[in-house]
């Protein structure tokens, strides 16, 4: 599998450095973004896997990057990442698309495994999609 682009998107500075690191090692190509505002921009320009979103961002929060992540990108499987979980922003996460939710701070492996698990989920997405337009073009052909 080729290795997932991911956009790690939170408003402090050091852990998005620090976790940069820790994934770049792992074979993972990551882009950083500091606010939600920043990680739609570099959406719009890179195809990005999985964003990895802080839920407590100042100006756009994680739920609002989220919904306008899901409302342009709908494939782009997003992991929401907390220090200060709730049961509600969790639902409404999930509600809105998320593919999973983690508590900050979570071991690299558990964020990595998810990452890998949401890639695969959006590569499928992604084969089902070209298979359904390869038989339509089949089908047209075939008329």
Known sequence: MVSPLVLLVDD?????????????????????????????????????????????????????????????????EVIMLTGHATVETAVEGMRLGAFDYLMKPCEIEELLAKVVEAKEKKSKHEQKILDARMKEITLRRGM
Do not use: C, Q, W
């Open 12 to 76: 402090e500075v050091p852990f998005v450095e620090t976790m940069t690191k820790r994934l770049s090692k792992r074979e993972l190509m990551v882009l950083p973004a500091y606010s939600g505002r920043e990680a739609l921009e570099k959406l719009e320009k890179n195809g990005v896997d999985v964003v990895i979103l802080d839920v407590k961002m100042p100006g756009m929060d994680g739920i609002e990057t989220l919904r306008e992540i899901k409302r342009t990108h709908p494939l782009v």
